[in-house]
């Protein structure tokens, strides 16, 4: 399982409470291709009451599902949550590609979209189908991303959704596809309902922040007052699950 999603961006870490000595013996004989922490207090922490236990964390540093391992349902959620993390930045890396697409490859993964476009533009005369994909898969990434943006939109979280979409719009800057991100932006802005969430949710981004910066007594306060205010909008789930994650951190 390691081995299939590891490319794709899994970082996997075991945790013990073994001395290194007794995991260094056991690894000389069971060699393992992620890395083992020894000694820990991590069961503590984490309030593991039986072993083995997993916890799946995202890239944005929540739990999203803990519990045996074996059962194996885990597994069927990293598809997804692995896209997520690859499209939550400005940057893509579009996987192996043709030599001849190299520097487009090269510029995605750099987050220079507009370069990107350009290196495969001028690959076509090598390699059409190779570059002609190439820039119908980086289509298909904004829209991914425009989606993306929606989605958190339709929870309420605008605030977060809006520095998302320019994030991107700096990413693609001088393209067509930023056009895209911006417009988008601009719509939600212009909306007076909408205006006013955006306000909201950027005191709930604020308050996860501070949660996971270890004040999570100040967070949760914060999110209590927050949640009376955004009672009745469709912003009040993402702050009820800001709150617990809070309270659950302290």
């Given at each position: 399982?390691?081995?299939?999603?590891?490319?794709?961006?899994?970082?996997?870490?075991?945790?013990?409470?073994?001395?290194?000595?007794?995991?260094?013996?056991?690894?000389?004989?069971?060699?393992?291709?992620?890395?083992?922490?020894?000694?820990?207090?991590?069961?503590?922490?984490?309030?593991?009451?039986?072993?083995?236990?997993?916890?799946?964390?995202?890239?944005?540093?929540?739990?999203?599902?803990?519990?045996?391992?074996?059962?194996?349902?885990?597994?069927?959620?990293?598809?997804?949550?692995?896209?997520?993390?690859?499209?939550?930045?400005?940057?893509?890396?579009?996987?192996?590609?043709?030599?001849?697409?190299?520097?487009?490859?090269?510029?995605?993964?750099a987050g220079r979209m507009k370069d990107a476009i350009k290196a495969a533009e001028r690959a076509?005369?090598?390699?059409?189908?190779?570059?002609?994909?190439?820039?119908?898969?980086?289509?298909?990434?904004?829209?991914?991303?425009?989606?993306?943006?929606?989605?958190?939109?339709?929870e309420g979280c605008y605030f977060e959704a809006t520095e998302y979409l320019m994030m991107q719009?700096?990413?693609?800057?001088?393209?067509?596809?930023?056009?895209?991100?911006?417009?988008?932006?601009?719509?939600?802005?212009?909306?007076?309902?909408?205006?006013?969430?955006?306000?909201?949710?950027?005191?709930?981004?604020?308050?996860?922040?501070?949660?996971?910066?270890?004040?999570?007594?100040?967070?949760?306060?914060?999110?209590?007052?927050?949640?009376?205010?955004?009672?009745?909008?469709?912003?009040?789930?993402?702050?009820?699950?800001?709150?617990?994650?809070?309270?659950?951190?302290?």
């Amino acid at each position: 399982m390691f081995e299939e999603f590891e490319p794709q961006g899994l970082a996997l870490l075991a945790m013990t409470g073994e001395s290194s000595g007794v995991i260094e013996r056991f690894m000389e004989d069971t060699p393992m291709p992620y890395p083992v922490g020894c000694g820990d207090k991590s069961a503590r922490a984490y309030e593991v009451g039986g072993i083995p236990h997993a916890f799946l964390i995202d890239h944005k540093g929540e739990v999203v599902w803990h519990g045996h391992p074996g059962g194996g349902n885990w597994v069927g959620m990293l598809p997804k949550l692995l896209g997520q993390a690859q499209d939550a930045g400005p940057t893509w890396d579009p996987g192996e590609r043709p030599e001849t697409l190299a520097k487009a490859v090269e510029f995605a993964c750099a987050g220079r979209m507009k370069d990107a476009i350009k290196a495969a533009e001028r690959a076509k005369g090598d390699d059409e189908v190779a570059a002609t994909t190439f820039l119908a898969d980086l289509g298909a990434c904004v829209e991914r991303r425009l989606e993306r943006a929606k989605a958190l939109g339709e929870e309420g979280c605008y605030f977060e959704a809006t520095e998302y979409l320019m994030m991107q719009a700096g990413a693609f800057k001088g393209t067509p596809h930023a056009e895209k991100f911006e417009a988008l932006r601009t719509e939600w802005i212009r909306d007076k309902q909408i205006k006013a969430l955006i306000a909201l949710d950027k005191k709930r981004v604020q308050a996860d922040d501070d949660a996971r910066e270890g004040e999570a007594d100040k967070a949760a306060k914060s999110l209590e007052k927050l949640l009376r205010e955004v009672e009745g909008t469709t912003l009040e789930g993402s702050v009820e699950a800001a709150l617990a994650r809070a309270k659950a951190s302290r």
